[in-house]
């Protein structure tokens, strides 16, 4: 497989921006920096960012075991996600597949990119159809979007499932795991350089509790990497974003407490929810959050919003009919929210 006959011809073309502060960056000590039109007068912000994010791959190469030349970050995951749209994608002509129900973001940027969206539901036990995957996929077919642990059924895919479409597909299979922090599976993101077409995206707004700085990240081979980069805005990720974080990841031992504690809130709260005589099934889940059909979506998501709690109404998902996706929260939210719903069931 070559990634240049998957790629938009006017990408391979394409020259980056040279913005000034790409050649040298602004940490080098000694310098004078009359390039840019910033203002001198330091402040701590009033230099452009690192166009390359050096400090923040850095870090990231060390917890996550992969070359920081197969790192790309984003302005969030959507944002990597619309690049890898751009950079694939000829709109009104090439397609992807999606696997509903899933994340919103894919559809909506296969729209707003113009590129046709095949969908092949999840089976009923929201594991992927593969013999339709395959069967959907043409010549003109370049991501097969691939969600696990999926949003919002909660479940993971098999490594088996992952690894047919891997070596079926001749476009790019991109395996989002923004919640892989939370499942039992471990990531595939040592196979990195199994698969020329894997392409896998990790989020800091989950486990790492950063949904506020906007940072999504992109592992996949150099290649990928190299021309995802050439297309980015040079200035994507601020300078705020990247101080923050890098002091959060400074550290990790914190991340993982949390990260226990939630999956341990969620077994409990999982055990809980079967005990109200309106919840019909818990389904398991290996991400942060807990997928429940119920005998009324509606009139329970109103029932908890008059009291003061906000959760997900999924219905309108195809296969989620009459289900609700609840985040997992504080101990003290969660039994807050048990104790709610335990008293609509007695009233
Ligand atoms: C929350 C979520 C993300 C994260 O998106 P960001 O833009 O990085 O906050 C990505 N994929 C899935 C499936 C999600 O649920």
Avoid at 269 to 290: G, M, P, R
Wanted: charge should be negative; glycine fraction near 4%.
């Amino acid at each position: 497989m070559k990634i240049k006959e998957l790629l938009r011809k006017n990408i391979i073309a394409m020259q980056p921006y040279s913005s000034a502060r790409s050649e040298f960056t602004a940490s080098g000590d000694g310098m004078v920096f009359l390039d840019a039109n910033e203002n001198p007068y330091e402040n701590g912000i009033n230099r452009y960012p690192d166009t390359q994010q050096k400090r923040l791959k850095e870090v990231l190469s060390k917890l996550k075991n992969v070359p920081e030349n197969q790192i790309l970050l984003g302005n969030g995951s959507d944002e990597v996600l619309d690049l890898v749209f751009r950079a694939f994608c000829e709109p009104l002509q090439d397609n992807v597949i999606t696997l509903p129900p899933t994340y919103g973001m894919y559809s909506v940027l296969a729209q707003l990119n113009a590129v046709e969206n095949r969908e092949v539901l999840l089976l009923e036990n929201f594991e992927p159809d593969i013999r339709q995957i395959l069967e959907k996929i043409d010549a003109a077919t370049k991501i097969i979007f691939v969600c696990s642990p999926n949003n919002p059924t909660g479940n993971s895919f098999s490594d088996e499932d992952i690894a047919t479409l891997l070596q079926s597909c001749h476009g790019l299979v991109l395996l989002d795991e923004a919640y892989i922090d939370f499942s039992s599976k471990e990531s595939w993101l040592r196979k990195l350089n199994d698969y020329p077409n894997l392409v896998i995206i990790q989020t800091l707004s989950k486990a790492y509790g950063m949904a506020g700085v906007r940072l999504g990240v992109l592992y996949a081979s150099e290649e990928i990497v190299s021309e995802l980069s050439k297309i980015k805005p040079p200035y994507n990720i601020n300078r705020l974003t990247e101080d923050k974080v890098l002091e959060e990841l400074s550290e990790p031992k914190f991340f993982n407490d949390k990260i226990f504690n939630i999956k341990t809130n969620k077994m409990l709260l999982s055990k809980q929810l079967l005990e109200v005589n309106f919840i019909k099934k818990v389904y398991v889940s290996d991400a942060n959050f807990l997928l429940i059909s119920v005998d009324d979506a509606k009139f329970r998501y109103n029932q908890l919003i008059e009291k003061g709690i906000v959760v997900r109404n999924k219905s309108s998902d195809p296969l989620c009919g009459n289900c609700l996706r609840i985040t997992i929260g504080t101990k003290e939210e969660n039994s807050l929210l048990i104790n709610t719903l335990k008293s609509f069931a007695n009233g």
